[in-house]
C-alpha cells in the first residue's frame, strides 16, 4: 500500500468521527449498573476485543433487552468462541451483538429450538428474515450466560457499523464511570538503526520510571542515538472494578512534533490478528506483559494509527539533548504522561544486538518448504511479520518448531510421514502440540495415505500422538432403572483425555434429544421442557466420539411420571 493512499484511508477514516454518531440512541441492554471486565480494543489473544465485558453481578440469567428498534438478522449457537449469540440489526444501519448468552428468549428461543431440532444438531447458525423477529426498544431478548470461551459470567456487547466493523461503544453516549487515571507498568525502548542503541546497548531496553508528584511519571535521563522507537504497557481501571482493561488513546510528541495517534475508535476484523504485529510479542511471551509499540513497522496496516510522523520513529543525534513524551488517555479524558528526557550520545563499546542465526533463515515475502526426519513444515508468503531464523529440528515423532516467541499471522502447515507404523494404527493417530505440561494438545488432522497434516499458527513442540481409547461417558443426576419424575435436566459428563470430543448424540427412545455441551465443565444435559418424551418408562443413548474416531456408547433406562 504506497503511502498516499494509506492517508487517504486513515483521513477517511478519520473523517468518521464522533459528531456523526448518534449519541444516546443505544441504551444499556441490562437494567444493572454498566460495570466493565472488559474494555473496548483492549488487548487480548491474538485480536482487540471488540465490545464491552458488562458485569453481571457473578450471575447467570439476567435480562438481556433491546436498545434500540430493530430485527434479529443472526444467531448463532456454538460450543466455543461467543457462545450463544445474537444479531439484532437497527434502522440507523448499526448493528449489536450479544454474546456469551445463557438463552434467548420468547419468540427467539421458540424459533431457535425448532430449527435445532429440525436438524438435529445443537451448534447452528441462522439468518432470519426482516420479518421475522422484529423487537422494539426495551424488548426482553435474551438471558446473560457464560457460554462459549467466556471466563465468567457476564455480557460482551457490540456495536458495530453498517459494513461490520466494531466500535467504541462508549462513543455512543453510553455511560460507564471512570474517575481513574490509566495505569503504566513498562516503557520500552527500541534501536532500530544499524549503528542504534540506548544506554550502551543495541537491543531493546526497559527504562526507569520515576512516578513523580502530579500523578505523571519521569524517566530517568536516556543517553541514545541514531533510529529509536519506545513502547509502553498500559492499562485502565474503571470505576467499580479492579479489572485492567483498555485505554483509549496514545498519543507522542518528540520536541513539539507528534510522532503517534493511537485511537481506539474502530477496526476491522481482518486486521484485529495484527495485533501481535502491534505488541512486542516476545516481550508478552516471557513477561505476560503487552507492551504496545509506539511506531508502525512493515507489515502492520492497522487502522487504530490516526496520525504518524517518520512512522512514530525518533532520530536522535549525538549532543543534541531532547523530551520524549508519551500520553495515555482513558474515554473520560483521565491522562497519564511519561517524559523521557534523552541525551543523544554514541557509545563506541555498546552492547551488539542479539541475533541467534540458526541455519534456517525464513524470508517472510516468500514461501518456504522444510523437511527434517519424518517432518515436512510449509511457510506460505506473509505468515511472518519480517525475515526471521527458525530454530527447527526433529528426533523421531517429536519437531521442534522453534519458540513461540515470534508470531505467525497466517497458517503454516506441519505434515508428517507415518509409513513406518502399522496400518491398524494409522488411523488413531494425530498431530499434538505439546502443552505446558508436555500433554500433546489435539490440532485438526488430515491424513492422506501414509501423510498425516495439520495446519497452525503457533511455533512450539509438535508431536505424533495416538489415541486408542473411547471418551468416558457418566450420569451425573440420575442412575440407571431409578425414577427421576422430579429432575428438571438429565445430566452426563462426558470426556476424552487424549484427542478430546468431536461429536455426541443423545436420543431417547428412539427420538433425538437437544443436548447442551459446556466443555468448560465437560458436561452435556437435557432439559425436560423440551417435551420429547411422554413415556413412563424411557431408554436413553448417548454416543460419544473423539477426534480420531473412537465411540463410546451409553445406554440407561428411567422412569418418569407424566
Not at 98 to 117: M, P
Request: with cysteine; glycine share 8%.
Amino acid at each position: 500500500m504506497n503511502k498516499f493512499l494509506l492517508c487517504f484511508l486513515l483521513a477517511s477514516i478519520s473523517a468518521f468521527g464522533q459528531k456523526s454518531i448518534p449519541e444516546n440512541y443505544f441504551s444499556n441492554p441490562l437494567d444493572i449498573s454498566m460495570i466493565l471486565s472488559g474494555s473496548f480494543g483492549e488487548l487480548r489473544s491474538n485480536h482487540f476485543h471488540s465490545g464491552l465485558d458488562i458485569k453481571t453481578q457473578q450471575r447467570t440469567g439476567l435480562p438481556v433487552y433491546a436498545p434500540a428498534d430493530g430485527y434479529v438478522s443472526r444467531i448463532k449457537v456454538s460450543h466455543y468462541g461467543y457462545g450463544k449469540a445474537l444479531y439484532i440489526k437497527h434502522p440507523n444501519g448499526y448493528s449489536t451483538v450479544y454474546a456469551h448468552l445463557d438463552n434467548y428468549a420468547g419468540a427467539i428461543a421458540e424459533y431457535v429450538k425448532e430449527r435445532q431440532y429440525n436438524k438435529e444438531e445443537f451448534e447452528i447458525e441462522l439468518f432470519p428474515n426482516a420479518a421475522d423477529l422484529k423487537v422494539n426498544k426495551g424488548d426482553l431478548i435474551a438471558y446473560t450466560g457464560n457460554t462459549g470461551g467466556s471466563g465468567g459470567p457476564h455480557l460482551h456487547f457490540e456495536i458495530r457499523d453498517a459494513a461490520s466493523r466494531p466500535m467504541n461503544p462508549l462513543l455512543f453516549g453510553i455511560n460507564v464511570p471512570d474517575s481513574k487515571r490509566p495505569l503504566v507498568s513498562s516503557v520500552i525502548a527500541y534501536p532500530i538503526g544499524e549503528d542504534a542503541q540506548v544506554n550502551n546497548d543495541q537491543n531493546p531496553v526497559k527504562l526507569r520510571l520515576i512516578l513523580q508528584k502530579d500523578g505523571n511519571y519521569k524517566a530517568e535521563n536516556v543517553q541514545a542515538f541514531g533510529k529509536i522507537g519506545f513502547g509502553v504497557s498500559t492499562n485502565d481501571q474503571l470505576d467499580g472494578a479492579s479489572n485492567k482493561n483498555g485505554v483509549y488513546q496514545i498519543k507522542t510528541n518528540y520536541n513539539g512534533t507528534e510522532k503517534i495517534n493511537i485511537h481506539f475508535e474502530k477496526f476491522s476484523f481482518a486486521e484485529t490478528r495484527y495485533l501481535n504485529r502491534y505488541i512486542d510479542y516476545e516481550y508478552w511471551m516471557k513477561n505476560r506483559s503487552r507492551v504496545q509499540k509506539l511506531f508502525r513497522e512493515a507489515n502492520n496496516p492497522l487502522s487504530i494509527i490516526k496520525n504518524e510522523d517518520t512512522d512514530g520513529y525518533i532520530d536522535v543525534q549525538e549532543g543534541f539533548n531532547s523530551n520524549y513524551t508519551i500520553t495515555i488517555t482513558d474515554f473520560e479524558g483521565n491522562k497519564t504522561s511519561i517524559v523521557i528526557p534523552i541525551e543523544g550520545k554514541k557509545s563506541e563499546n555498546s552492547t551488539p544486538k542479539q541475533i541467534n542465526k540458526t541455519d534456517d533463515y525464513i524470508y517472510s515475502n516468500q514461501a518456504t518448504s522444510i523437511t527434517k526426519g519424518k517432518y515436512s513444515v510449509y511457510i506460505p508468503a506473509n505468515s511472518l511479520y519480517e525475515d526471521s531464523f527458525l530454530a527447527i529440528d526433529t528426533k523421531g515423532d517429536t519437531l521442534h518448531l522453534h519458540e513461540d516467541h515470534i508470531p505467525i499471522h497466517k497458517n503454516i502447515t506441519i505434515t508428517a510421514d507415518i509409513s513406518n507404523y502399522k496400518t491398524t494404527d494409522k488411523d488413531k493417530l494425530y498431530i499434538g502440540r505439546l502443552n505446558y505440561y508436555g500433554k500433546p494438545y489435539y490440532n485438526t488432522t488430515y491424513r492422506k495415505g501414509d501423510k498425516l497434516s495439520a495446519k497452525t499458527r503457533t511455533f512450539g513442540t509438535y508431536v505424533l500422538a495416538s489415541d486408542t481409547t473411547g471418551p468416558t461417558i457418566n450420569p451425573i443426576n440420575f442412575d440407571d432403572g431409578k425414577w427421576i419424575s422430579s429432575n428438571k435436566t438429565l445430566e452426563l459428563s462426558i470426556n476424552d483425555d487424549l484427542s478430546g470430543i468431536s461429536s455426541y448424540r443423545a436420543t431417547i427412545n428412539g427420538k433425538f434429544i437437544l443436548m447442551e455441551y459446556d466443555y468448560k465443565k465437560d458436561v452435556i444435559k437435557y432439559n425436560f421442557d423440551d417435551n420429547i418424551i411422554s413415556e413412563t418408562e424411557n431408554n436413553l443413548k448417548v454416543i460419544v466420539t473423539d477426534n480420531v474416531g473412537n465411540s463410546t456408547t451409553f445406554e440407561a433406562t428411567f422412569f418418569r411420571k407424566q
